[in-house]
């Protein structure tokens, strides 16, 4: 559930340039004693947290297939009853055990990100809408060259009828790409790969 911040004024926007590790995940870019953890970095779970248990990894690419080793990756998701971590959730109580936020940075070797959390529940489409969405998780992504951050949607490739009738998907002209918003699982493992341009190029919102 985002906020609404029609009160703020928008900054111009930058490219992210190189740094993105340094000033957003110092720790993990080895300068240390500036925070005691990175901002986000913490686990989305722990022993009291309702849901099934998933992982959830997968690399950024860029136009020519290679893996960004700069990226940063950030999630925003629902809890397993489908209820939001947010002042804006009205409908109930979100699980106080899952913070529903989380944010890694794209391993400086390989680009591979990887987050424990559990897999999401349906949450409406809008306020005072019958109609519910697939589970999904919410993808904000940044890299040096991105003027703007990109976000995009997974849904899982175990919830067939329930992305059939998503009123997001099935918005989505193009129906060949919405592929591109499937996380693909294996067990406890769900791989979402994103694609910045080129072939199977993902999917991104204007949100």
Not at 7 to 30: D, K, M, W
Not at 90 to 111: H, S, V
Request: charged fraction near 25%; glycine fraction near 10%.
């Amino acid at each position: 559930m985002v906020q609404s911040l029609g009160y703020l004024r928008e900054s111009a926007s930058q490219t992210a340039g190189p740094y993105v590790h340094i000033g957003c995940t110092p720790n993990f870019a080895g300068i240390n004693g500036i925070f005691a953890t990175d901002l986000g970095s913490g686990p989305l779970v722990n022993d009291k947290t309702k849901g099934e248990r998933i992982t959830v990894r997968g690399f950024v690419y860029d136009g020519t297939g290679t893996p960004l080793r700069d990226a940063m990756v950030e999630i925003w998701q629902a809890d397993a009853d489908g209820f939001y971590n947010s002042p804006s959730e009205t409908r109930g109580k979100a699980d106080p055990n899952f913070t529903g936020w989380g944010r890694q940075p794209g391993d400086m070797q390989t680009g591979e990100f990887a987050f424990e959390t559990i897999k999401p529940g349906r949450a409406p489409f809008r306020e005072n809408d019958p109609r519910l969405m697939a589970p999904h998780i919410l993808f904000w992504i940044v890299a040096r060259g991105i003027n703007i951050g990109l976000q995009t949607r997974m849904y899982f490739s175990d919830e067939e009828a329930a992305n059939a009738e998503d009123p997001i998907l099935s918005r989505i002209e193009h129906r060949v790409r919405i592929p591109t918003l499937v996380g693909r699982r294996e067990s406890n493992i769900v791989t979402f790969d994103i694609r910045l341009q080129g072939e199977n190029e993902t999917i991104f919102f204007d949100m």
